[in-house]
């Protein structure tokens, strides 16, 4: 079965060598790694998920998914791979394992974290059932032999969206302060990440004080900790939020890639106000830009830019028109903050140690060099602190705010990033 990219087209034609638009997930699990039962339990796993079980080809200048016969890879490594090539048969989703860990590197083109939510769940019961010779819970599974529902194939993007203009705000599209203009560190191609791990109930409790979520109190502090760092900046830091567009679009179990972003502008005059205020600010521009009409308006954004990519006759120009596109969008952003969730693994989250999310930079662009990717599991929340210039000075100052709000943490870790690299004919530096 093979079908012509709509979703995708966007992040297809947006791949860089630089920013691949790939990520990593990485379980960390209580033991090591059996070879044998891991690729028993891919194997049986990807039956479940044939719709991710594809190659990329051109046909007269039209890109599709085609069905790709050849196993999805388990490769025996801790360092990146690349996906679309000899290296993977042409797969754009495989598997890694190192010791006790295992990896799932994926191109952001085929889905997201929500998107491959249920493919975790499948593998991490099919290993855990097997390794540990025990009967687990299958309850929200998705399994072999279940029918494959016709909302996990359809494309939320062909729909038609029916808006009431009356309910749409306006996003912020000024230009946001930016790390690489602020003299403190020089950008670079290579990225590194800081882990940072912190307890789930005391987090919680910490939000619940502010009626804040973790991706907005994040967010918050993270744009305090710019704004330490920069008090003479003219322009405002703004995080880009990554949201899931599923719920507004009723396309819970849609396995594209749906992502879109709330832009959360820490003004001059809201770096004056309490952090109760702070939080209350912010939380009303999540709302306000995550409502069902926001989200439609932004899927038909993007349905005129998948119209004009369309009419134009070559994979260079597409290129172009998408690179130039992010270029200017990336302006707009400081940094970007994503939260794959907490993670809701049954039985076998007994077995996992940790959960992180490592991405090759939400936005394309050295302009926004900074990311920071929440995950959640057995009692911690994770931030991979990850940019793209060296020096600790933004990672002190944010740590700062942890310690100024008594949110107790450990850095795990410092390591160069090790997300997925990506083979497409187009692609640039």
Known sequence: MSRALYAELRTAYEATVDNPRTFRLTIKLKDMVDKDVLEAAVRQTMERYPYFCVRLVDNDGTLFFE??????PVLHTDGPITLGGEQTHGHLFAFCWWKNKVHMDVWHGLTDGGGIYHVIQTLLYLYCSAYYGRELSHEGVWLTGNEILPEEWA???LESQEIDPSMLVD??????FQIADGGIAQVRRSSIVYNI????DEFM?????????????????????????????TDPIAIALCVNQR????????????VGDARLVFSRRMQDMSFPVQTTCFRGMVALQTDEEMVQQEVQEQQRLNEELLAL???????ALCRRLSEEKSRMFTATVSYVGKASFGDAEFYVQEFHALPSTALPSCETPLTLELSAVNGSFYVNFVQFFEG?????AFIEQLRENNIDYDVLYQEDAKYPALELPWMTA
């Open 171 to 176: 996003k912020w599209h000024g230009r946001a």
């Open 67 to 72: 069905d790709n016969p050849a196993p999805v």
């Open 155 to 157: 494309d939320p993007l």
């Open 247 to 258: 719920r507004a679009l009723g396309a819970e179990n849609a396995h594209q890639s749906l």
């Open 205 to 233: 409790r910490f939000n619940l004080s502010l009626e804040g979520s973790p991706a907005t109190v994040v967010s918050l502090l993270l744009s305090r900790a710019i704004a330490e760092l920069h008090p003479e900046a």
């Open 313 to 319: 006759p070559t994979h260079a120009g597409r290129h």
């Open 197 to 200: 791990r912190i307890r789930e």
């Open 392 to 396: 600790e000075a933004y990672l002190r």
